[in-house]
């Protein structure tokens, strides 16, 4: 047996480049320069809690740079993020702070790593190293054509549709659960068809390796798969990875946890960074636990905290640590600010909805009038519904916005759906509309719609009821037929013309059943649904209601272009998960009702409540200078009532000494 020759760092010495005393906080300091109990680079295990707005950028950056500062090679430096971008940016600045060539550092998603990976080795594992990489349009076509391959019959059984699919199959591997296991707990209106769901599967699965391709969760499972089934390639990428990196590690799922401790096994160098207090992912699969449980997995991991924030004014930090507080299952820390002065942020009860518009888009332009440019503005929600007075008021005001979080809500496909129901109710002469609604039933295309239009307009013109069996519908689409026209029926007979009424009856005859088939947040969109049917209870006509919709959805500049001219400024609005990341000057929360943040579905269990808290936290850790959390004392919530709201129970946890409170009224005090 040869002997072995062990390659040792070189030591002594060093003439470093950067002055990381002076460029880093003490905290940031002691994280970026840890070393093993014998000086050397190899630190083993490390775990590093970097409060919002604390640098945890700067951190991973300046430690990637000390780590080849000190005689590790690029090449064995693995750096795991979530975003291609992060990982680019991370690498660009450790480019500009060194003089050395670091290309050779694998730095990416866990995606972008996996198929780096499996380009070179998929063969192990029945692939070709040329496979497809399959998209969501593509994963979707592919189980579609599994399930005629099947022979479901879906018309006889209301079967989901392969973006429905594949966000079941998905959410099972990336929470390690069970297909009945997703089923039962956010698809239970598929749990009887679990069997053949599952069924599926396998025919998904042997499709991809008969076409050579991989979804993107492959990437992920297959990779794993490698280190736990090739023992070769498994050693040789734990050799190689010296030191292994990870951001935003308190997004990681199973998979993903699973995979880094895989990668980093040998040589246990391995530094995550993240924040508890931020883990807000869980409906997408990502797991707190990893993070509250890498001491345990790593009992020789040493804990870092960084809690020096260098974005908010003392006032916010000192509410944010409050709103945290009362979580049980975190990593306990205090934030402290770099930055003098501030107000105390402001508690704002509004009389309703519409008083709570009313008051951020005036203060948005008296913010505007102090100098604070509208692109240092955001307002930020729990949900997209929560936004609509607001949009309403900012396009009344000509105030420029854009949404972060997907298009305007008025735009959305299942409003407009809904929409062109009411439509046709009050107008039996809108072609576009009525076509709209003939694309919904299944198997009909332009073509039978332009057919079927001919047919049905003689009806709607006269105000006849439409005939809910013909022989001009498809056979794919009579059922589907049989309760749209039912709901076109109900919702021309109704007196006096009322949109909520009629939206409640569209959603329930026939729209909800479409949304489960079709979306895989079906129960999100109707719930937008069933506060647009509360939206429109303020208005007295439904021409009105639909007049008003056209307005919202006609606005002459959209938020693309408003995005690439630059040539305006524009308040951000976005939901607070898509504002995680992000900062503005003056930050609105609105909306903080219990029921609507934390929103009601998450009341019935602790680690539901938990994440909701961590979602307000990050919602208030946006704010640099000034903080304001609205909402309304009173809601319209469905029928033809509406119901006084009680204070989110995350206000109410909060001194009364941390924030002041306005009082809304009008000038001359009258509603």
């Known amino acids: 047996m040869a002997q072995e020759y062990i390659l040792k760092p070189a030591t002594g010495a060093r003439d470093l480049h950067i002055d ?122 592919m189980l579609d054509a599994c399930v005629a391959e099947a022979g479901i019959d879906t018309k006889q059984e209301r079967f989901p549709k392969g973006d429905v699919l594949a966000d079941i199959y998905s959410l099972a591997v990336n929470t390690d659960r069970s297909i009945e296991k997703v089923l039962v707990e956010q698809y239970d209106y598929f749990s009887h ?91 997408r699969g990502a797991n707190y636990r990893n993070i509250l449980g890498f001491p345990s997995r790593y009992p020789s991991a040493r804990t870092f905290k960084i809690e020096v924030n ?52 005036q203060r948005i332009l008296e913010l505007r009038d102090e100098g604070v440019a509208l692109n240092e503005i955001a307002v930020l929600y729990r949900a997209h519904y929560h936004a609509m007075e607001l949009q309403m008021e900012l396009t009344r005001r000509n105030i420029p916005y854009v949404i972060t979080s997907g298009l305007r809500f008025f735009e959305q496909a299942h409003v407009k759906d809904v929409s062109s129901f009411l439509k046709v109710a009050v107008n039996p002469h809108d072609e576009m509309a009525f076509k709209r609604i003939l694309k919904l039933l299944a198997g009909v295309g332009a073509r039978t719609a332009d057919k079927l239009w001919e047919k049905f307009h003689p009806l709607l013109a006269e105000g006849k009821p439409l005939l809910l069996t013909s022989e001009a519908i498809p056979k794919k689409a009579v059922d589907d037929w049989k309760k749209a026209a039912q709901a076109l029926n109900e919702i021309r007979k109704l007196e006096p013309k009322r949109a909520a009424e009629m939206i409640e009856k569209v ?32 208005f007295e006509s439904l021409d009105d209601f639909l007049s008003q919709l056209a307005l919202l959805t006609n606005i002459e500049a959209d938020d693309a272009s408003l995005l690439a001219t630059n040539e305006t400024e524009y308040v951000r609005l976005s939901t607070v998960h898509q504002a995680k990341g992000q900062e503005w000057k003056a930050v609105f929360v609105v909306g903080l009702c219990d029921g609507m943040f934390p929103l009601a579905r998450s009341l019935d269990n602790l680690e539901g409540l938990e994440e909701e808290r961590r979602l307000f936290y990050v919602a208030v850790t946006r704010a640099k200078d000034e903080l304001y959390l609205t909402f309304p004392l009173f809601r319209m919530t469905g029928g033809d009532t509406g119901g006084f709201q009680r204070p989110s129970r995350f206000v109410a946890e909060l001194p009364k000494t941390h924030y002041q409170e306005f009082s809304v009224r009008h000038q001359h005090g009258e509603w």
């Open 310 to 361: 260098y974005r908010s004014v003392p006032s916010i930090l000192k509410l944010a640590n409050e709103a945290i507080k009362a979580n049980v299952h975190q990593f306990a820390k205090i934030l402290t600010a770099v930055r003098d002065g501030g107000a105390k942020p402001w508690l704002v009860p509004c009389p309703d909805s519409n008083q709570q518009s009313l008051f951020v888009a």
């Open 20 to 141: 990381y005393r002076g460029e880093l906080n003490d905290q940031q300091f002691e994280a970026v320069t840890a070393t093993g109990a014998d000086g050397s680079v190899n630190s083993g295990p490390m775990l590093v809690i970097a409060g919002a707005g604390s640098g945890k950028t700067r951190t991973l950056t300046y430690r990637v740079a000390w780590l080849v500062e000190h005689g590790v090679p690029p090449g064995r430096i693995l750096l795991l993020t979530f975003t291609n971008k992060a990982a680019k940016e991370m690498l660009r600045r450790v480019e500009s702070l060194l003089p050395t060539d670091i290309s050779a550092i694998w730095g990416g998603t866990f995606h972008h790593i996996g198929n780096r990976i499996l380009r070179r080795h998929a063969k192990l594992l029945g692939f070709g190293n040329d496979f497809t990489i399959l998209d969501r349009e593509d994963s979707k076509d």
């Open 507 to 538: 959603v329930d005859t026939f729209y909800a059943s479409y949304l489960k088939v079709k979306y895989p947040n079906a129960r999100a969109r109707e719930e937008d649904l069933h506060q647009l049917a509360s939206f429109g209870m303020q």
């Open 193 to 283: 068809l679990a069997g053949p769901i599952k069924a599926l599967q396998d025919v998904y699965r042997e499709r991809k390796l008969k076409a050579n391709a991989m979804d993107y969760d492959d990437l992920l499972v297959n990779t794993l798969r490698l280190f736990q089934e090739q023992g070769e390639v498994a050693e040789r990428y734990r050799e190689q990875f010296l030191h292994v990196l990870v951001d935003e590690y308190q997004d990681t799922n199973k998979i993903q946890a699973e995979l880094i401790d895989a990668m980093a096994m040998l040589h246990r160098n391995l530094m995550v960074v993240g924040d508890d207090a931020q883990s807000i992912y869980s409906w």
